[in-house]
Nanobody, 122 residues
């Protein structure tokens, strides 16, 4: 089992920045791929960004490319999502997740955090 705990969400204005964190614990592995997803009310959960355990490979959804940056580091196997120039359409619950494969589909992910709310006002 892998436990994931997100933090860093909040209420901000358009154009502001936030940094989300996801701490992983339990039976983590260098074979794991970590990712951020988000889900707005009435919408499907969508891939935002992902990164390999060694941080050698990363990818971002087109909707956030150039504004969001995923990274990993620290003693707690933490994954980060730096979000700049936030827009109202970025409002959603943000989840971190772990998979054994590089994937953008939510069904490929085995472990999920509880989510953290990000609200961007216009």
């Amino acid at each position: 089992q892998v436990q994931l705990a997100e933090s860093g969400g909040g209420l901000v204005q358009a154009g502001d920045s936030l940094r989300l964190s996801c701490a992983a614990s339990g039976r983590t592995s260098s074979n794991h791929y970590m990712a951020w997803f988000r889900q707005a009310p009435g919408e499907e959960r969508e891939f935002v960004a992902g990164i390999s355990w060694t941080a050698e490979n990363s990818r971002h959804a087109d909707s956030v490319k150039g504004r969001f940056t995923v990274s990993r580091g620290g003693p707690d196997n933490t994954m980060y999502l730096q979000m700049n120039n936030l827009k109202p359409e970025d409002t959603a619950v943000y989840y971190c997740a772990v998979s054994f494969a590089i994937a953008t589909q939510a069904y490929a992910y085995i472990y999920w955090g509880q989510g953290t709310q990000v609200t961007v006002s216009s």
